[in-house]
């Protein structure tokens, strides 16, 4: 596209700074301690066993006058008593449970930025599709937001655009976590593609960047992208992406405008999508 192409149309004004907003994040940490005890106590008794003897012992003696003889007998008799012992053990086992639990709750206040038009709520995919439309919206641009939660430890954000008669101008692409911006070059501003990565096919025409604050949503440069094949599938087309990381479980904005320059003819597809 020449800048020749885009004289019949308004000029644009740059956009607006983005606001900043607060919000409050609450993290609650329960932790839950079990203590056992044990107790154990043993008591036996014992009865002592005891041993009597008793020992008897007599002697007798006879005289006989015919005949002098002398005998003498001794006999010894023994009784004896005895107790069996019998031993008692009574043992007592005692267990004891006790269970702690501590909840603590931390609020952390975190500045957010602002998008610029009301975002809608959306998961990993398809953030936006739009195939062959009835009319151009050239030289307005329409702004697209949304909330996002992360779910892994990075994320590609990426435009996929084919247009056979004129081209679409995507502008202003962001991604906020809090404050903090993750898209590079977002509004084009630095003259190049730096930060993006760019792929696809197109038979006639690709991407490309342009000097001209009048076509631009805001700043001073462009992306203008009228990747065309005229046949093929609509898979054909060329893709402008970029990766960043992320946190899982943390909430993204993300936000962008817009616009489509002529039509309709043959075939335009625009497929932003978030992985």
């Known amino acids: ?15 607006s700074s983005p606001l900043t907003s607060s919000s409050t994040i609450t993290t609650t940490i329960t932790k839950t301690t079990s203590t056992t005890s044990s107790s154990s106590s043993s008591s036996s008794s014992t009865s002592l066993s005891s041993t009597t003897t008793t020992t008897t012992k007599t002697t007798s003696s006879s005289t006989s006058t015919t005949t002098t003889s002398s005998s003498t007998t001794s006999t010894t008799s023994s009784s004896s008593t005895s107790s069996s012992s019998i031993s008692t053990t009574t043992t007592t086992s005692s267990s004891t449970t006790s ?12 500045s957010t930025v602002a998008p610029p038009c009301p975002p809608q709520s959306v998961s990993n995919g398809t953030l936006l599709h739009i195939t062959n439309p009835t009319s151009s919206i050239y ?8 909330t996002w939660t992360a779910t ?6 990426s435009f996929f655009f084919r247009h056979d008669p004129g081209g679409w101008m ?5 991604a906020y976590y809090g404050t903090t911006q993750k898209i590079i070059n977002g ?7 730096t930060g993006w990565n760019y792929t696809g096919y197109c038979s006639d025409n690709t991407g490309q960047i342009y000097s001209g604050s009048s076509y631009a949503k805001s700043g001073s440069w462009y992306y203008y992208d009228p990747c065309s094949t005229y046949s ?5 087309g060329d893709t402008l992406s970029q990766t960043f990381s992320t946190i899982a479980g943390g909430t993204y904005t993300i936000s962008f405008w817009l616009t489509n320059y ?14």
């Open 152 to 157: 892994a430890s990075s994320a590609t954000l």
């Open 139 to 146: 030289p307005n641009y329409t702004c697209h937001a949304y």
């Open 99 to 110: 269970s702690t639990t501590k909840t603590t709750s931390t609020t952390t206040a975190m």
């Open 262 to 275: 002529y039509c309709c003819n043959h075939t335009e597809i625009a497929n932003i999508t978030l992985i």
């Open 187 to 193: 509004g084009f501003e630095a003259g190049s593609l």
């Open 232 to 236: 093929g599938s609509n898979s054909s």
């Open 170 to 174: 995507p502008d202003n692409v962001s």
């Open 1 to 15: 596209m020449h800048l020749l192409d885009f004289c019949c149309y308004i000029v644009l004004g740059n956009g």
